[in-house]
């Protein structure tokens, strides 16, 4: 298994788990439950039938625009299309969100969560030096906790499922557990989004 600069073990996907497995099952699934064929779904988005089929085959590199005609045609947000279905603890490394570049411009947008319907966000900014991990109580049923790491690392989750994150790093989990945050890295800081549904 490589190791990137940081020392850290590269994680290993199976197949079938990157970016582009994701998109084209999403793009299957909504284009089933819209009952309509390839040719019809290409023709409504104004893209060729050969890009979508590409795309559904999990091959090809779809740009933002690509998607966003897609996703109005279908009718579902864009994230329905590129966010993977959800786990307890989603983890996602910085470098490997689902990287969408834009054909106009040099712009990338990477998505990490969803804001689910009828949910609010809180946003904080967190810090911490090495020592005993802070504790924490559950908060209210529903409560989904969403961390990026802007410095050093942290050993962050549930109880009994901490993950460790470094710089660039995104977690998500349930906030209505008993978890915890701890410094591993002097210097350690965050960005918090705290979500009630």
Not at 23 to 34: F, T
Not at 128 to 146: K, L, N, Q
Not at 156 to 168: F, I, K, N, W, Y
């Amino acid at each position: 298994m490589s190791e990137p600069a940081g020392g850290t073990p590269a994680p290993r996907r199976s197949p079938g788990e990157g970016p582009l497995a994701v998109i084209a099952s999403a793009v299957r699934r909504e284009r089933a439950r819209m009952e309509l064929s390839l040719g019809e779904l290409a023709r409504r988005a104004g893209i060729a039938k050969s890009t979508l089929s590409q795309l559904e085959a999990g091959a090809g590199n779809p740009s933002v625009e690509t998607l966003w005609a897609i996703a109005v045609v279908l009718d579902v947000p864009f994230s329905r299309l590129v966010d993977p279905p959800v786990r307890a603890v989603r983890v996602i490394r910085a470098g490997e969100g689902v990287a969408i570049p834009s054909e106009h411009s040099p712009f990338t947008g990477t998505l990490l969560a969803a804001c689910p319907p009828g949910a609010r966000r809180d946003l904080h900014v967190i810090t911490a030096e090495p020592g005993a991990p802070r504790s924490a109580h559950a908060h209210i049923p529903g409560t989904v906790e969403h961390l990026v790491v802007t410095a050093g690392r942290w050993r962050a989750g549930p109880e009994g499922e901490e993950v460790e994150l470094g710089p660039g790093d995104y977690a998500c989990f349930p906030g209505d557990r008993p978890h915890s945050y701890q410094a591993l890295d002097a210097g350690t800081a965050g960005v918090l989004v705290m979500e009630y549904v």
